[in-house]
C-alpha cells in the first residue's frame, strides 16, 4: 500500500468520528425535496472510507486512459460513494451538506468533472479545508446556463430560455444539449441521475433518470405525441401526480436491456405548457430505484419556477 493511499484512509477513517450534531438554527435540510431517501447507505462508513481513498488512487492512476463514452460506470461508482457518505453524514448531524469541511466529500467530487458531472468543482470547494487549493472548474456549462451552489441545492437556470430548477447537489447532472426531432421541433434536453437505491430483488443497485424537455416552439398535441412515443408510452392511460393535480402522467413497467435485461424498467412522463414552451419530465428508473426516488421525480417539478424567455426567472 502506498503512502498516498495510507495517508487518505487515515485521513478519511478519522473523519468518520468528527461530525458535530446539527444545529437547530439550521434550515430543513434540502428544501422542497424530501429526505425520506437518506436512510439505507449502499456502504457502510467504514467501506465508504475506505473505498473512497481506493477509488480515488486508482482514478489518479487511470483517469487518463478512460475515454469519455466509458465513463458512465466510474461515475456511477463514484456517486454511490457519494450517496453514501451523504446519509451517513445526515444520519448523524441532520445535515446533507457539511457544516465543516468533509475530506470524504472533497476526494470524492475532486473527480466528478473529471468524469463529465457539471458542479463538481463547486462542492470540491465548499467542503474542502482551509489551506487545500481551489479547484478550477474543469467542464464549463453550454450556451447561457449557469449552475450555483446553494447551501445544499444546485440552482440550474437558463434565463434564454426563461426557467430555473433547483435540486440537491448529490444529484448527477450529466447531460445538456440541443436536439430538432424528426418532427422538426426543436428541444434542450437535461439529464439528471438521483441519489441510488438498491433494486427490488436486492442483486444491484442504480440511479433513475430525471429528463428534462423543453421546446420553444413545439404544438402542446405534436410535442406530446412524440415524446410519449419515443419512451413507449402510446396508448397508456395517465394518472393525476401526487403532489399536482394540475398534472398527469403516463406510466410503464416493462422490458430493460443491456446488463439489467432480466430487470423491470419503469419510464414516466408528464407535460405541460407554461406561456408558448412545452416542458416535460422523463423519470425512469429500475425496479426498486424508481419506486425509491419517485417523491424526486415530482419535487424536481415544483422546484421549477418560469419567466418570459431572456429573463432569469425568479424562486418560487
Do not use: C
Request: hydrophobic fraction near 40%; glycine fraction near 6%; charged fraction near 20%.
Amino acid at each position: 500500500m502506498g503512502k498516498m493511499m495510507r495517508f487518505l484512509i487515515l485521513s478519511l477513517m478519522i473523519a468518520l468520528g468528527t461530525h458535530a450534531a446539527a444545529d437547530q438554527t439550521e434550515p430543513a435540510p434540502i428544501q422542497g425535496y424530501t429526505t425520506e431517501t437518506l436512510r439505507n447507505p449502499i456502504f457502510d462508513a467504514a467501506h465508504t472510507a475506505v473505498n473512497t481513498a481506493r477509488f480515488s488512487n486508482w482514478l489518479t492512476e487511470n483517469i487518463e486512459k478512460i475515454p469519455p463514452q466509458k465513463w458512465p460506470p466510474y461515475r456511477e461508482h463514484l456517486y454511490e460513494l457519494i450517496n453514501s457518505q451523504i446519509i451517513q453524514n445526515y444520519d448523524q448531524t441532520g445535515l446533507v451538506m457539511p457544516k465543516d469541511d468533509d475530506l470524504i466529500l472533497m476526494s470524492l467530487f475532486m473527480w466528478a468533472e473529471r468524469l463529465g458531472v457539471y458542479g463538481g468543482a463547486q462542492v470540491y470547494n465548499r467542503v474542502r479545508p482551509k489551506g487545500i487549493e481551489v479547484l478550477p472548474v474543469s467542464l464549463p456549462l453550454p450556451g447561457d446556463f449557469q449552475l450555483k451552489l446553494e447551501g445544499d441545492l444546485f440552482h440550474l437556470s437558463t434565463a434564454q430560455q426563461g426557467w430555473k430548477v433547483y435540486y440537491p447537489y448529490f444529484f448527477m447532472l450529466h447531460d445538456i444539449r440541443a436536439i430538432r426531432t424528426t418532427e422538426g421541433h426543436t428541444a434542450a434536453i437535461i439529464t439528471l441521475s438521483t441519489g441510488t437505491a438498491w433494486h427490488t430483488d436486492q442483486t444491484g443497485k442504480s440511479q433513475a433518470t430525471i429528463m428534462l424537455i423543453v421546446s420553444p416552439d413545439a404544438e402542446p398535441a405534436a410535442f406530446e405525441s412524440y415524446w410519449n412515443k419515443l419512451f413507449g408510452l402510446e396508448g397508456i392511460s395517465s394518472a393525476k401526480l401526487a403532489t399536482r393535480a394540475d398534472l398527469a402522467s403516463r406510466h410503464v413497467a416493462d422490458y430493460s436491456f443491456g446488463p439489467n435485461k432480466d430487470k423491470t424498467l419503469h419510464r414516466e412522463f408528464t407535460s405541460w405548457r407554461t406561456g408558448r414552451r412545452m416542458f416535460g419530465v422523463m423519470y425512469s428508473g429500475l425496479d426498486g430505484t424508481y419506486q425509491w426516488n419517485h417523491r424526486h421525480f415530482e419535487d424536481f417539478i415544483n422546484a421549477m419556477s418560469f419567466s418570459a424567455p431572456g429573463v432569469t426567472p425568479k424562486e418560487q
